[in-house]
């Protein structure tokens, strides 16, 4: 697949119908670590989740999380109800990166494994596969901490769910910001 191609295509999926191959899984980490990193740290550490009833766990702290500013809609509830559903059929992962004791986890440490992130979720297009990224935040975000026994010197980047895309599955429309909202030339110039 040619790499425009894997960028136009990724979109986030929210409901999947079996997990990654092993070897897929394999493949996907490889391209997030070719990933640059400061200093060449490779600042990034993964907890992998297969089992599904910590899946299941995650995703309900996920919903709780959620439900406190989802708006009561239609569109807000179907999105509430993906938040738990797409922890269905899928492999979880857990992206954490270094939290030095005396500050936040150094920006660079940070940047470096969200481009690992965004380097495995390219890739799981390459290999047919879909992916959503997952944000947990204060208690939350400290709950999984705990479920997955990850020691306080680390800081969650993000979480990702993996897997085959749901036939049924459709994105919703992509809607683009546009660039003269966000690029300027030569100096910062906002549209009014
Ligand atoms: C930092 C970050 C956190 C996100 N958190 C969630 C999330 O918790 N749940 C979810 O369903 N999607 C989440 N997403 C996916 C975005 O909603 C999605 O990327 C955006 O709506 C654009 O859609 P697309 O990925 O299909 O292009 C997150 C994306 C990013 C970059």
């Known amino acids: 697949m040619k790499l425009w191609d894997v960028f136009e295509k990724r979109r986030t999926i929210r409901r999947f119908s079996a997990p990654p191959g092993e070897q897929q899984l394999s493949r996907l980490l490889k391209a997030g670590s070719l990933a640059p990193s400061a200093g060449n740290k490779q600042a990034w550490f993964v907890v992998i989740v297969s089992d599904p009833a910590t899946r299941e766990r995650i995703g309900t702290i996920k919903h709780t999380q959620n439900s406190a500013f989802t708006p009561d809609t239609e569109t807000g509830r179907a999105l509430l109800a993906a938040q738990k559903e797409v922890f269905r059929n899928s492999t979880s992962l857990v992206v954490y990166t270094f939290a030095p004791e005396d500050r936040d986890p150094h920006r660079y440490d940070m940047g470096s494994a969200w481009l690992f992130v965004e380097n495995f979720c390219l ?70």
Request: aromatic letters at 12%.
């Open 123 to 192: 890739s799981a297009v390459a290999e047919g596969l879909g992916s959503q990224l997952f944000g947990l935040w204060d208690d939350f975000e400290q709950q999984v901490n705990r479920l997955l026994g990850v020691p306080a010197k680390y800081r969650m980047v993000v979480g990702i769910n993996v897997g085959v895309p749901h036939p049924d599955y459709r994105p919703p429309e992509k809607r683009y910001k546009a660039e003269v909202k966000w690029v300027f030339r030569e100096t910062w110039k906002e549209a009014d």
